[in-house]
C-alpha cells in the first residue's frame, strides 16, 4: 500500500467513454485534486477509463491494493453503459445484489412510477456499505476502499462534499520561492537542498509569460520542521538580489 508522506493516499478513477471521446469535459478529478490537498491526502493516481466492465475491475483490483483511498467517477446510472458497479463487484470477485434497504426506499420515493430501471440504482456489489450523512437523500456507496460516486459534477460535489471529513489527516505545510535566476543554473543547488531533506518535497517550475520571476520554487511537506530547515538551506544557496518574492 502506497501512503501519502505521513498520511494517506489516494487515486481517482474516471469512468466513461465521452470523456476519452471529449464529448464532455472532466471537471470531478480536477475538483477532487484541490480536496484532497486541503484534507492532508496524498493523489498519488489518475486514470481515466472507458465503459468496460473488465477495465474497470482491473483498475479497481490495482488502484484499491496500491492505495488508501479509491474514488470514482461515472458509470453508477441505469442504462447500458453504466458498468461500473459491475466492475467493482468483479474487481473483488463479488456478486452484484439488489440492496433491501435501498430497493425499499426506492420504492418509497418513487411509489407507483417505479419500474426496473430505477429499482437498479439499489444494485450494489455484495458487502457494499451505505455511508449516511444529513446532507443527502442518497448514501454513498463504499466497496473496502472505493467510493463509488457519481459522474454528474454538481452530484458528485456534493457526495464528496458530504464525506469529504472523514478522510481529514494531518496538513501539507508549503513554501514557495520566486526567483529570477534561471533554472538551469540553480539546478544543483536545487538538488544539493533536495537531497539534505528528503522529508520535503521541492519542485521548480520555470516561467515564460510573467515578468516577475523566471522560476517558482515549491517546497511541501507534513513535517513544519523540516520545512523550516529546507526553507532557510535554500534561501542561503540562492542569490538574494535575485529573489522577487517568497511566500
Known sequence: MISGMNGSSAA??????????????????????????????????IVIISDD??????AVRE???????????????PTHDDVTILGIARAFDRSV?????????????FGANIDEARLR????????????????RWPVLACEN?????????????KFAAIRERFRVAPYFARAFYTLEDEFD???????????????AIGSYPNFSAPDYRVKLTLESKDGAAIQSASEALLALLDPAQIARVE
Open 12 to 45: 481517482i478513477l474516471v469512468i466513461g467513454d465521452e470523456i476519452l471521446s471529449g464529448k464532455t469535459a472532466e471537471v470531478n478529478a480536477q475538483m477532487l485534486i484541490g480536496e484532497l490537498r486541503d484534507l492532508g491526502v496524498a493523489l498519488r493516481r
Open 53 to 58: 466492465i473488465d477495465e474497470v475491475a482491473i
Open 63 to 77: 488502484l484499491s491494493a496500491r492505495f488508501d483511498h479509491v474514488f470514482t467517477s461515472g458509470g453508477v446510472g
Open 97 to 109: 445484489i439488489r440492496h433491501t434497504e435501498l430497493q425499499a426506499r426506492l420504492r418509497a420515493y
Open 121 to 136: 440504482m439499489a444494485d450494489v456489489p455484495e458487502g457494499t456499505q451505505l455511508i449516511e450523512t444529513p446532507d443527502l
Open 146 to 158: 472505493v467510493y463509488i460516486l457519481p459522474g454528474v459534477p454538481e452530484l458528485f460535489k456534493r
Open 186 to 200: 540553480i539546478a544543483d543547488r536545487l538538488r544539493e537542498v533536495a537531497t539534505a531533506h528528503p522529508q520535503v
